[in-house]
C-alpha cells in the first residue's frame, strides 16, 4: 500500500519500507536493503517490529529501540537504525499523502 525511500547521504546505503496497512495496523512489512550489514539487519528488525504496530506506534519508533532489538549497534554504525526510523518516517508521510490523513511527524 505504501512504500518509504530513504538514503543515507553520507554513506549513500539505501532502505525501500514497503507495508500494508488494514485498520491503521501494519499488516504485512518487506523491505529491500542497498547498504552495510548493519544496515540490512535493521531493515529486517524493523520489518520484524513494525508488524501489527498502530501507525500511532510507529510514529514512536526511535533509532535506540532498533539498535536495542539488534543487541546493540557500535557508535560508528548507529546511523544504520537511523536509515530504519527514516524509512518509517517516509512511509507515514506517503500514508499521509495518501490517505490525506494529517501527518504527525511534520
Ligand atoms: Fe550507512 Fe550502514 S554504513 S547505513
Known amino acids: 500500500d505504501v512504500v518509504g525511500i530513504v538514503q543515507n547521504a553520507a554513506c549513500g546505503d539505501v ?15 518487506q523491505f529491500r536493503t542497498f547498504g552495510c550489514a548493519p544496515a540490512i539487519a535493521a531493515s529486517s528488525m524493523l520489518t520484524e517490529m513494525i508488524k501489527g504496530a498502530t501507525l500511532q506506534q510507529l510514529h514512536e519508533l526511535k533509532k535506540e529501540a532498533v539498535a536495542d532489538a539488534l543487541g546493540g549497534l557500535s557508535p560508528m554504525k548507529m546511523h544504520c537504525s537511523v536509515l530504519a526510523v527514516d524509512a518509517v518516517k517516509a512511509v507515514l508521510r506517503n500514508y499521509a499523502d495518501q490517505t490525506e490523513i494529517p501527518n504527525e511527524t511534520t
Open 15 to 29: 532502505l525501500q519500507l514497503y507495508v500494508n496497512v488494514e485498520d491503521g495496523r501494519i499488516a504485512r512489512a
